[in-house]
């Protein structure tokens, strides 16, 4: 079944976007991240601009909270 997701951050880098998933995901939030752009991939830091944290929608308001 598909789940509305939506964009609760945009991140510089894909490090700073996997410590908050993993908070969130302990949190039970069911967290992803989406690159965009043509960025180079390098090991733990990816170059591309806007690295998106995706939440579902019905969890988007507890995973705004925990980035507080």
């Known amino acids: 079944m598909y789940e509305k997701q939506v964009v609760i951050g945009i991140f ?7 410590a908050v998933k993993r ?9 992803s991240i989406l690159k965009e752009g043509g960025g180079v991939y390098l090991p733990l830091i ?3 601009e ?6 579902p929608d019905t969890q988007a308001e507890d ?5 507080k």
């Open 23 to 31: 908070d969130l995901r302990e949190a039970g939030i069911k967290a």
């Open 50 to 55: 806007g690295v998106q944290l995706i939440v």
């Open 46 to 48: 990816n170059q591309a």
């Open 63 to 67: 995973a705004k909270k925990i980035l």
């Open 12 to 18: 510089e880098n894909e490090l700073y976007a996997m």
